[in-house]
């Protein structure tokens, strides 16, 4: 029997709720479709840094690296927002990245046919919306050197460096090149050319590598136009190749044409190792510990481990499906209550969720 090792990380606010639904799903599903999981939970985030000083533990990053597959559920709360750069728990997440070198995020936007109303845009601007976000991960302006405040001339002065070599452009552009083979054949780059210097380069690798994809359509599109255009006409994209930065900012903004972020998983991957798997939205702490979570994006998440993470394509297949279930059912969280609906907590959706496999 096919066995995995997962490690969980449920961190902050939320996450451990919707870590213990995901939990329970994929145990069933693993056991309908004849392979074994076993699961580590380790600590990350602010509860680390409670339970250690740290927001990355050397025992958490290590159980990572040599796990197969990662489950993340979220990080951060307004309790650790004055401690210093390195204790905070985005440091954490920040530093799991890059220690797992995952420089490639995927982020899928689809709209569920149910929730086509949940959308604060139009039905007709949303209807059969399905594109993907490539996030590069782990360089840009995030980790970019130098950085820093410094005192200057009486004034103080904050800065960071944005900057990408060629090699880590070619690598995500690669990435992204070969998912849109295997989807409609569009990449659409995103970058600021027409100002930044590190945009120019980045353009210049894609066009770079674009004749050796010559099935895939190449366009390039300022970040600022982007922005817009993704509300105006979010159909024109298939993939979406993006700087960490602007894949940040464009994500979230993806995400809301689905009418919740609390719908929106992610991948994370690397050139080899385990990939890790957490939802786009954040850790809410204003709703934390109270079961008003939905925890729809990390049982998505969970899907993506199993389908990209542990090649188990037909319980990824499942967990999906069970979401649709429900949703089709009209069971809904409190994100995406809607009239004639039926309002249920997190680990309530989490037994309708078990009951639709
Ligand atoms: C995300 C988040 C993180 C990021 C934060 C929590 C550091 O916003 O995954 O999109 O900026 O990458
Ligand atoms: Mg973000």
């Not at 159980?63 to 489950?71: E, K, Q, T």
């Not at 050319?193 to 010559?214: C, E, G, I, K």
């Not at 899907?303 to 809904?332: S, Y």
Request: glycine letters at 10%; proline letters at 5%.
């Amino acid at each position: 029997m096919a066995q995995h090792r997962v490690v969980l990380l449920p961190g902050d606010g939320i996450g451990p709720e919707i870590t213990a639904v995901a939990r329970q799903l994929l145990e069933a599903v693993s056991k309908r479709h004849g392979f074994e999981l076993s699961f580590e939970e380790q600590p990350i985030g602010g509860s680390a840094i409670d339970a250690t000083g740290e927001p990355l533990p050397a025992s958490t990053l290590a159980a990572c690296r040599s796990a197969d597959a990662v489950l993340l559920a979220a990080i951060g709360s307004p309790r650790f927002d004055t401690l210093p750069r390195e204790k905070r728990p985005e440091t954490g997440l920040l530093g799991l990245r890059a220690g797992m070198e995952l420089f490639a995020n995927l982020r899928p936007v689809k709209i569920v046919q149910a929730l086509i109303d949940a959308s604060s845009l139009k039905r007709e601007v949303i209807e059969g919306v399905d594109l993907l976000v490539v996030r590069e991960l782990t360089g840009g302006i995030y980790f970019g050197q130098p950085k820093g405040r410094i005192e200057a001339d009486g004034d103080e002065r904050g800065f960071n460096t944005m900057t990408y070599a060629a090699s880590e452009v070619d690598r995500i552009a690669r990435v992204a090149f070969d998912i849109a083979t295997q989807r409609q054949g569009r990449l659409c780059s995103v970058d600021k050319a027409n100002v930044l210097d590190v945009s120019q380069l980045w353009r210049d690798r894609v066009d770079a590598l674009a004749p050796t994809y010559s099935e895939v359509e190449v366009s390039h599109m300022y970040v600022d136009n982007a922005a817009m255009q993704l509300v105006r006409d979010p159909r024109q994209f298939d993939v979406l190749l993006t700087g960490n930065l602007f894949g940040d900012i464009l994500s979230d903004e993806a995400a809301m044409l689905t009418g919740s972020i609390g719908m929106l998983p992610s991948a994370s991957l690397g050139s080899d190792g385990p990939g890790l798997f957490e939802p786009v939205h954040g850790s809410a702490p204003d709703i934390a510990g109270q079961d008003k979570a939905n925890p729809m994006a990390m049982v998505l998440s969970a899907a993506m481990m199993l389908r990209i993470g542990l090649n188990q394509a037909g319980a990824a297949d499942e967990l999906e499906a069970a979401v649709d279930k429900v949703l089709a059912a009209g069971f809904r969280t409190g994100d995406l209550m809607a009239d004639g609906c039926i309002s249920l907590g997190c680990a309530a959706m989490g037994q309708e969720l078990l009951k639709a496999l």
